[in-house]
């Protein structure tokens, strides 16, 4: 059974630039959250999704938005970047009402 | 709000020594509590989680932690640190129970030494 799995693993985008981040959630999981971990740092609430719809949103601004697809996937979009969005962005997955997420690997965002 | 403390950014322990991590919480309802570990250049994966049942938690590798209401603490144990051990450690709180979003600590970073 695959984990959560996430793409690109590293992606080096110049300031004011558009980036997509992808993740597949575990089998059989439909919640999918978004986290943004800087430097030194521990990882940060972006947003959740659950049935394709946003349900939960941290303290990020809009240029931050993100989609649910019917097979539970979900892509993190970043318009406008700066050279602080810099950071690994991790995806994790849950079961339906259930607490525990579980975490992919990461993709390594490099703005210059 | 919730929130999450975690006392010293870096622990170096010997091998074979004790293993304590420090987490103290804040919650305005009872809490769901977590320990990640995130190994160099990889994303996190689970240790152990509190949700209400014992207040000592049993998880991977060795590890334990007890909740303790009193002392809104959560710390992370393992009796005997091994090389492997080396990594960061994350403590994490939710309240909402059902996947509602984590809040974690900015981290330990544990060193074993021989």
């Known amino acids: 059974d695959a984990g959560v799995t996430q793409s690109p693993t590293h992606l080096i985008k110049t300031r004011g630039q558009q980036v997509t981040l992808r993740c597949s959630p575990k089998?059989?999981?439909?919640?999918v959250s978004w986290y943004q971990q800087a430097l030194g740092q521990g990882p940060q609430f972006i947003f959740q999704?659950?049935?394709?719809?946003?349900?939960q949103r941290g303290n990020f601004p809009d240029r931050f938005s993100g989609h649910q697809f019917p097979n539970y996937s979900s892509e993190l979009n970043v318009n406008a970047l700066l050279l602080g969005d810099s950071a690994l962005y991790l995806c994790?997955?849950?079961?339906?009402?259930?607490?525990?997420?579980?975490f992919g690997p990461g993709t390594r965002l490099t703005v210059l | 709000a919730q929130s999450v403390t975690q006392l010293g950014s870096h622990v170096s322990v010997s091998e074979g020594a004790l293993v304590l991590l420090r987490c103290n919480y804040s919650?305005?309802?009872?809490?769901?509590l977590f320990w990640y570990v995130q190994y160099p250049n990889q994303g996190l994966q689970l240790l152990l989680k509190?949700?209400?049942?014992?207040?000592l938690v049993k998880g991977i590798n060795g590890f334990e932690a007890e909740f303790k209401k009193s002392e809104t603490s959560f710390h992370l144990t393992k009796p005997s640190a091994h090389m492997s051990d080396a990594a960061e450690y994350f403590c994490?709180?939710?309240?909402?129970?059902?996947?509602?979003?984590?809040?974690f600590g900015t981290g330990t970073r544990l060193q074993v030494t021989l």
């Open positions: 994790a997955s849950s079961f339906p009402l259930v607490d525990t997420q579980y």
């Open positions: 089998s059989g999981h439909d919640t």
């Open positions: 999704y659950y049935e394709e719809e946003e349900r």
């Open positions: 919650s305005s309802v009872p809490p769901y």
């Open positions: 509190y949700t209400s049942a014992a207040t």
């Open positions: 994490a709180v939710t309240e909402g129970g059902t996947a509602s979003k984590l809040t």
